[in-house]
């Protein structure tokens, strides 16, 4: 009887050696630190993330109101474009207009004199006198110029109006007068563990899963950046380290557009080795 049971031993861990094989072999292939894919939160937004337009700063700017608004939500605007002006721009451009007009009198004043000192028929000291009122009056109306220049908003780079918050009458508060946002550059910033994160390089290809939408979208790894911050992106799992530490990674969507409306909208991100 014994005889048999030893029999019947030795042929099962024949069978389980033959069926382990396989296995056995591709893990002896595989290297002893191999990468893996990395799994983290992120969010959306646009390239170099969103401009809080506050508007031109200088004397005054605080608390000031919003006279005209030239443009709305969605709206594309260009670099230097004018999308605002302050109610003091009337105040300011009435400022200029008499400054041209002085300038243009020390002009015909200094053009007079010159043409009397041909003939010697002024002095010296008048021809002089001419020329320094010249001087102050163009000095005067390049500072009303610049003056004026601050009661104007310009957006400061090609951006999406994403959101404003003063209208025409209202006080420009804390928050600025609208949001700008390049949205047809948009990257998914996944935050990546500390411990994760020598194996992120750019260049790599990951998928984004967004709650939005049905279908992933892909991109690839443009930078990593510089230094390890506190996590922002907090998911629903209750055991979640909510004090962990992490590494933002840029990744470039490939179709920008599909996400163009969903700027700071959470997702999921897996970055592949």
């Known amino acids: 009887m014994m005889v048999n049971n030893n029999k019947n031993t030795g042929e099962i861990s024949m069978r389980l050696r ?65 999308i605002a002006r302050l109610d003091s721009y009337a105040l300011r451009g009435a400022e200029v207009q008499r400054l041209n007009a002085i300038l243009a009198n020390a002009r015909s004043e200094l053009a007079r004199q010159e043409d009397l000192s041909r003939t010697s028929s002024t002095s010296r000291s008048a021809l002089d006198e001419a020329r320094m009122e ?72 990951a998928t984004v899963q967004v709650p939005a939408m049905e279908t992933e979208l892909s991109g690839k790894v443009e930078r990593v950046a510089l230094k390890v911050g506190r996590l922002d992106a907090i998911g629903t799992d209750p055991i979640a380290k909510t004090d962990a530490r992490v590494v933002e990674v840029f990744i470039l969507l490939d179709d920008s557009e599909a996400v163009s409306r969903f700027t700071n909208m959470q997702v999921k991100v897996e970055i592949y080795p």
Not at 25 to 54: T, Y
């Open 134 to 205: 010249l001087d102050i009056a163009i000095a005067d109306l390049a500072a009303a110029e610049a003056n004026l220049e601050l009661a104007v908003v310009r957006s400061p780079v090609r951006a999406q109006v994403l959101e404003i918050h003063a209208y025409p009458g209202e006080r420009v508060g804390p928050e600025g007068i609208m949001e700008l946002g390049r949205t047809d550059r948009m990257y998914a910033v996944a935050e990546v563990y500390e411990t994760d994160i020598t194996q992120v390089k750019a260049g790599q290809r």
């Open 18 to 82: 033959i069926l382990l094989a396989p296995l056995l072999c591709l893990l002896l292939a595989l290297p002893a630190s191999a990468e893996r894919v990395i799994s983290s939160l992120g969010r959306l937004e646009p390239e170099n993330g969103v401009v809080e337009l506050s508007g031109p700063s200088g004397s005054g700017f605080t608390g000031a109101v919003l006279k005209t608004l030239e443009v709305g939500e969605g709206d594309w605007v260009d670099k230097d474009q004018v």
